[in-house]
């Protein structure tokens, strides 16, 4: 894991938002970062090669939207400058109150 990957889990792994995640979630062929199972939601982290790979990620998100899931993406650098704002987007997609 990624320093930002690792500082997202110690958020998500507690069950502050009121879901269990899990990480690195098999999707085949693809392996998700974190995904709460019960809300169909997947998280994905992108480091500074996502911005040259912005095709290949666009085709994974529609890849992993047409098996149903919903996609939310942050850099790297917005879970390492601004935890809480990564945690409060999250928490308004599954519907969620921080606890």
Known sequence: MTD???????????RQLGV??????????YIADFA???RGLIIEL???QHDENRAKDENRTRYLEAK???VLRFWN?????NI??????????IG???E
């Open 36 to 38: 709460c199972l019960e």
């Open 84 to 93: 809480e704002g990564v945690v409060e987007a999250i928490a308004r997609e």
């Open 96 to 98: 969620g109150k921080i």
């Open 68 to 70: 149903g899931y919903r």
């Open 20 to 29: 269990k995640f899990r990480k690195q979630v098999p999707v085949t062929p």
């Open 46 to 48: 992108d480091g500074g």
């Open 4 to 14: 930002a990957e690792r500082k997202l889990w110690l958020r998500l792994n507690v």
């Open 77 to 81: 650098t917005d879970v390492m400058r």
